[in-house]
């Protein structure tokens, strides 16, 4: 079956612009999870939902960051005026609600704030 | 001390050779372990995952987990240019408790040498 993919795959933004970023995750998976991947760094957590709820935005590094999920399928994540630090790898990923431990990742949204 | 460590590396073997890839955490309230693949410009891709202590084999990969020491393992047998790739190491809860998200470590490179 299809895997999860997110759009845009590569995305180049001038500072204090707006990008949204968007994941489309594996059908019948409830539980979405947001990541970034920084050069040479790990994944950082960004923000957990369980169906349209987001129990755990504890990830979300400032409040220009945003994300939703609607119909408890396709989520976007937000960054409102973008900064050069925000240059990263987005990864999404989604699994069985309750098994956090089978996580499947799309591809990643490369984004480049210039 | 971060939740998760592992050595960057790169590590460069040649073809053949049996791979070792290690991780510490700290937090003894894990119960899940799990290790992804990355390609270069790729998502990550679940290897395998075990729960609690033990051994778990899957073809030329085997994942250990020592509960005791903190301290889990994977090896790869008769390595191939193909396990070219970055390895992360993850943990996360347990069954029966309330959502906590999975740690991830910062990944081992790894090269694979014909």
């Known amino acids: 079956g299809a895997g999860v993919s997110q759009s845009p795959s590569n995305k180049v933004t001038e500072k204090g612009k707006d990008v949204e970023l968007r994941c489309d995750p594996i059908s019948g998976h409830t539980a979405l999870y947001w990541y970034r991947q920084s050069l040479g760094q790990g994944l950082e957590f960004l923000i957990y939902f369980q169906g349209n709820s987001a129990p755990d935005k504890s990830g979300l590094p400032s409040d220009r960051f945003s994300a939703e999920r609607t119909g408890g399928s396709v989520s976007t994540l937000t960054i409102q005026r973008t900064q050069q630090e925000d240059s990263a790898v987005y990864l999404c990923a989604s699994s069985l609600v309750g098994q956090h431990y089978e996580q499947y990742f799309g591809p990643g949204t490369r984004l480049t704030v210039t | 001390q971060k939740e998760v460590e592992q050595d960057p590396g790169p590590l460069s073997v040649p073809e053949g050779a049996i791979v070792s890839l290690n991780c510490t955490y700290s937090?003894?309230?894990?119960?899940?372990f799990m290790w992804y693949r990355q390609y270069s410009r790729k998502g990550p891709e679940l290897l395998m995952y075990t729960y609690s202590s033990g051994n778990k084999e899957d073809g030329r990969f085997t994942a250990q987990v020592d509960k005791s020491s903190k301290y889990i393992s994977l090896f790869i047998r008769d390595s191939q240019p193909s396990d070219s790739a970055t390895y992360l190491c993850a943990i996360g809860p347990g069954p029966k408790t309330s959502y906590d998200k999975v740690i991830f470590g910062p990944g081992t490179s790894l090269s694979v040498i014909p």
């Open positions: 937090n003894s309230a894990f119960q899940y």
